[in-house]
Nanobody, 125 residues
Framework: QVQLVESGGGLVQAGGSLRLSCAAS????????MAWFRQAPGKEREFVGY????????AYADSVKGRFTISRDNAKNTVYLQMNSLKLEDTAVYYC??????????????????WGQGTQVTVSS
């Protein structure tokens, strides 16, 4: 059974930093893309960042570009999200996702991903 477990969320002041981690178990994802999405109250789940299976390509939402960095360690079956210069509007539940399909570049939050349970990130003024 595949499990994705996020950690590292919490409360931080605007301008601060947090590092999210997501550890996968049940199978490896060395041929699949991994991503982070987020969902704020009353809003749709939205794309944050994506990383190719070998780490050679990353992509970001315009709202986080230059502030967030996604990375992965396939030996640990783990993906990370370094979040710097956090803003109030970054407050959301952050979800880790692993693609069910190998060698696909895809960034839409739908049922073709494995999902973590989410971790709350709250940015205060």
């Amino acid at each position: 059974q595949v499990q994705l477990v996020e950690s590292g969320g919490g409360l931080v002041q605007a301008g601060g930093s947090l590092r999210l981690s997501c550890a996968a178990s049940g199978r490896t994802f060395s041929n699949e893309g991994m991503a982070w999405f987020r969902q704020a109250p009353g809003k749709e789940r939205e794309f944050v960042g994506y990383i190719l299976w070998n780490g050679d390509m990353t992509a970001y939402a315009d709202s986080v570009k230059g502030r967030f960095t996604i990375s992965r360690d396939n030996a640990k079956n783990t993906v990370y999200l370094q979040m710097n210069s956090l803003k109030l509007e970054d407050t959301a539940v952050y979800y880790c996702a692993a693609d069910r399909f190998p060698h696909r570049v895809y960034m839409v939050p739908d049922s073709t991903w494995y999902w973590g349970q989410g971790t709350q990130v709250t940015v205060s003024s």
